[in-house]
């Protein structure tokens, strides 16, 4: 038998050789980014650092099937490294438009005014304001005239870029540098670096790109097209909406990637311009992919604003003027798989709230087989829904059980479209988006949303008591699978929770108990399912059936999500950051408040923001929710996420 090896031959030493998991790792990461290939002599040696530069090298944006957490930090300063873009092998024209000095009459550091011919296009990344001076043009399916005012546009590598097209000859704009603090986020994760106009060429925030040749980090870029059949089908629906008395309720209906999103924004952007009420309702039904707030949450809200941005960039709120939040629900997660009709009691609980006089899109979810393709179906009928676009390809079978329902239901179909490649992973769209929605709050001036470069361990959290006479916090609701009661303090520290507001003083369990069993005194009042863990943290407990309850959407909605950051057991107080406003999270404190914990996404993004902008002086005892761990290899050490143990692998709750 051969002789064992040592951990130091088989895993290699950190200190100078790369391990043969690690080199192969190496290998696959260079081929996923185009980077540089590694030849033998470079690998081995490491003289250098090479392998270590590499191995902390700052997203760069191309990756598109690598995740984030294989560049996590440790504890020590992140390296940067320099590398060298590489050109994209095929080139896509982006502007019909050329400057010049007849159609360009303002050219500074913070503002460009220009001229463009009928149909001529122009296309821009980055963050900016755009205003017309005279003419008329068209932006991401929206109107812009003069009268429009200025209208904020984001413009990131991750989607595809919006083109400012001309629709009336000698049309005059001007577009101006915008700080939003958005792009400040790049300093606390690299999910956002490297996705906005280079600054290294200008001090604008945007940059004009003729073709993707002009971008100065040479990413493969995408630009937004509304084809022909799409285009039908938009002014389709918004003449019906001009015409018809009773408004319509639009769904669009295809599986993942498939277009949706960016269907119901050109959607939204062609009812505020061809209607006269210039707004719409969106029924967020998309807990994976939401537009218009975090993961995990279902809303209802009113748009009263052009869309020109991703979902990330444009969180509604209920002090929002643009998009105001009606009313919303949490799952606590990404998918109905594991409470299908909680999900559905939450969607048509938001369907009440629904104005008739306003066109409604409903935003579903890329879930078109199985129980995704019962729920679609369900919820075509039981909302009403009068339009159904069908992004192709869908099964035959799902269209016909789509049109069986109702008579009055049109079906509208737009062909297959040639699928272009993401540049970050659903996952990672989630957590830029979870991040950006921490981060975010809105300007009470101009009404304008402003993000904050703070890191979250840098932020002063909402000390709430959820023990004694009057607590702030009358119990906590684990979806899913629960957490057994001994370490529920272990599982709520660094997690996300919704923060729910009963309506009433009474929320019925479901599913409802038989009268008949005598269970309980009056199963309808929410104490009677309430127990204490030995930190006295109120929980609620499963019924005799060992089904979690579900507060139900009918008498509770979900104001804001948080971060649970530090749970003081001596005091009886939990620590709680949000974006939620000084007023309203004040407010809580007359409300019953029930914290929901589920499977949201871990916050990864908020145990690392600390580490990447390089504040050292946060230590190991002050992050409870990772923990270091060695490791061999060009990784070194890392921060790892730590897993207490859940009910079933412990016992049954008590």
């Not at 088989?10 to 690690?22: E, P, R, T």
């Not at 413009?155 to 000698?170: C, D, E, F, M, V």
């Not at 309808?524 to 943290?537: K, Q």
Request: hydrophobic share 35%; glycine share 6%.
């Amino acid at each position: 038998m051969a002789q064992k090896r040592k951990a130091r031959e088989a895993f290699g030493d950190s200190k100078g050789q790369l391990s043969a998991f690690a080199a192969a790792k190496l290998a696959r990461q260079s081929a996923v980014t185009s980077s540089p290939v590694l030849s033998e002599v470079d690998v081995v040696p490491d003289r250098d650092g090479l392998a270590t530069a590499v191995a902390t090298e700052p997203y760069d944006g191309r990756h598109s099937r690598a995740s984030t957490p294989a560049a996590s930090p440790s504890n020590e300063e992140i390296a940067e490294v320099t590398v060298t873009p590489r050109k994209p092998a095929v080139t896509t024209r982006c502007s019909t438009w050329q400057p010049d000095q007849q159609n360009v009459s303002r050219d500074e550091d913070g503002c460009l005014e220009l001229a463009l011919q009928h149909d001529e296009t122009a296309t821009f990344i980055g963050e900016y304001d755009v205003e017309v001076l005279s003419g008329i043009v068209t932006i991401y399916g929206t109107v812009l005239q003069p009268n429009s005012g200025l209208q904020r546009v984001y413009a990131p590598s991750t989607h595809a870029l919006p083109q400012i097209q001309a629709r009336q000859p000698n049309t005059a704009l001007r577009l101006s540098s915008a700080t939003s603090g958005l792009r400040k986020l790049e300093k606390l994760s690299p999910l956002f670096r490297n996705i906005w106009a280079s600054q290294s060429t200008s001090r604008r925030s945007f940059t004009f790109l003729a073709t993707t040749d002009d971008d100065a980090s040479h990413r493969s870029l995408n630009v937004l097209e509304i084809d022909r059949d799409a285009d039908a089908v938009l002014r389709t629906l918004s003449a019906k909406t001009s015409v018809e008395l009773r408004k319509p309720r639009i769904m669009a209906v295809g599986a993942k990637s498939s277009g949706k999103s960016t269907f119901n924004r050109v959607m939204c952007n062609h009812l505020y311009s061809w209607t006269q009420a210039k707004k719409c309702l969106y029924l967020d039904l998309d807990p994976g992919q939401p537009e218009f707030g975090p993961p995990g949450r279902l809303s209802l809200v009113e748009v009263a604003a052009p869309v020109l941005s991703p979902p990330f960039a444009h969180p509604a709120s209920t002090r929002s003027r643009s998009f105001r939040m009606v009313r919303s629900h949490t799952i606590a997660a990404t998918t109905f798989r594991d409470d299908s009709e909680h999900y559905k009691a939450c969607a048509l609980d938001l369907a009440r709230y629904v104005d008739k006089q306003y066109p409604l899109i409903v935003n579903s979810c890329g879930w078109v087989s199985g129980l995704g393709a019962a729920m679609l179906t369900d919820l075509a009928h039981d909302l009403s829904i009068s339009d159904i676009v069908v992004l192709e390809p869908l099964d035959s079978r799902l269209i016909e059980a789509l049109r069986s329902p109702s008579s009055d239901l049109v079906l509208h179909r737009i062909p297959r479209r040639t699928p272009r490649p993401s540049f970050r992973t659903p996952a990672e769209s989630r957590a830029m988006q979870m991040m950006a929605y921490f981060h975010h709050k809105p300007s009470p001036v101009d009404g304008n949303l402003r993000w904050s470069s703070k890191a979250i361990s840098k932020m002063r959290p909402w000390v709430v008591s959820y023990a004694g006479p009057d607590p702030g916090v009358s119990a906590v609701a684990s979806y899913g699978q629960g957490p057994n009661p001994e370490f529920l303090a272990e599982v709520l520290d660094g997690s996300i929770v919704a923060i729910v507001v009963l309506n009433e003083p009474k929320a019925q369990q479901r599913p409802p108990s038989p009268s008949a069993t005598g269970e309980e005194k009056d199963p309808d009042n929410l104490a009677n399912h309430i127990a204490r863990t030995s930190e006295s943290l109120p929980y609620l407990k499963p019924n005799n059936h060992g089904i979690n309850l579900t507060v139900p959407p009918q008498t509770s909605r979900c104001l804001a999500l948080a971060l649970i950051r530090g749970i003081d057991t001596v005091r009886k107080q939990i620590h709680l950051v949000t974006p939620l406003p000084e007023s309203e999270a004040a407010a809580l404190m007359q409300q019953k408040v029930v914290l929901v914990r589920g499977v949201f996404d871990p916050p990864e993004w908020a145990y690392y923001e600390d580490l990447y902008k390089g504040d050292g002086s946060i230590d190991a005892g002050e992050r409870p929710w990772i923990s270091k761990k060695g490791m061999v290899g060009i990784e070194g050490a890392v921060w790892r996420l730590r897993h207490p143990p859940m009910a079933a692998a412990v016992g049954a709750n008590r």
